[in-house]
């Protein structure tokens, strides 16, 4: 059984205050965001075929995710709300920062698109009762204070045969040298202290959070940087950044 909810927010103000400084850099995709512009393709068709395959829709399909109902919490400035709108899903975007938000309202009305915009957390959502068939945590568990409790709340949010979809990169050696001393100081692809090594989050450790909350895994794949195709792609090696799909059978 899924263990209670924690009544205290996950929210690191810290995160939230690092964040909102960037929230006009999201849709610059040579800016300090570019890495998400460059890794959004893999990771919404990980989302897009997951979904296809839960509840049966044709991943072909320009309005695939049709009559879905949406999570993306820490949706930032909206870089994955926005296509997964565009696939026929209802999208709630969710971001603690009020910055993002106001960015990701203003995008989406410029570009046309519904998204339920929300300043508010993993945790007020849930105590609001609200239920999706798909509530996604892309980059963000390695940014909130309390993984269990954030995991306990995103979950509750999961309707049953729904799923809940993560991204995130693993606690090792190699990802100290490759997504922090690499990606921030040598190469410069993210902004300086974006992420702190302590706080990344290794397979077993999600898992073990996403089963007290009552979600299995049923898919693990990592996403390595192809330099001689200059892109992103799935792999089985874990070691750095790996996305995680898991399935609530209630």
């Known amino acids: 059984m899924p263990e209670p909810l924690a009544a205290s927010s996950s929210v690191d103000p810290t995160e939230v205050a690092r964040f909102s400084a960037l929230a006009a850099e999201f849709w610059d995709p040579r800016g300090r ?10 990771r919404l068709s990980f989302i897009r075929d997951h979904a296809c395959r839960r509840f049966d829709r044709d991943s072909g399909r320009l309005d695939c995710l049709s009559g879905l109902r949406i999570l993306d919490i820490g949706c930032g400035g909206g870089l ?3 296509p997964l709108a565009r696939l026929g899903a209802s999208v709630v975007g969710a971001d603690p920062s009020s910055s993002n938000i106001e960015v990701a309202r203003r995008h989406a009305a410029e570009t ?8 508010s957390t993993a945790e007020a959502l849930a105590g609001a009762g609200e239920i999706f068939d798909l509530v996604l945590a892309m980059e963000v568990v390695e940014h909130v204070s309390d993984v269990r409790a954030f995991i306990g709340s995103c979950a509750a949010m999961v309707r049953p045969n729904g799923l809940m979809i993560a991204a995130t990169i693993n ?3 190699k990802s100290f040298a490759l997504a922090i001393v690499g990606a921030e100081y040598v190469l410069g692809w993210l902004p300086r202290g974006t992420h ?3 706080k990344l989050v290794t397979p077993n450790e999600l898992e ?4 007290r909350a009552g979600l299995r895994f049923v898919d693990l794949k990592g996403l390595i940087y192809d330099l001689l ?12 950044n790996y996305m995680v799909a898991a399935e609530r059978r209630d």
């Open 33 to 42: 965001m570019r890495m998400l512009h460059r890794i959004n393709p893999i």
């Open 112 to 119: 046309g698109l519904a998204v339920d915009y929300r300043a």
């Open 171 to 173: 606690r090792t050696i």
């Open 229 to 240: 195709a200059d892109a992103w792609k799935l792999s089985n090696d874990i070691d750095v």
């Open 196 to 198: 702190r090594w302590d």
């Open 80 to 82: 994955l709300s926005e």
């Open 208 to 211: 073990a959070a996403m089963e």
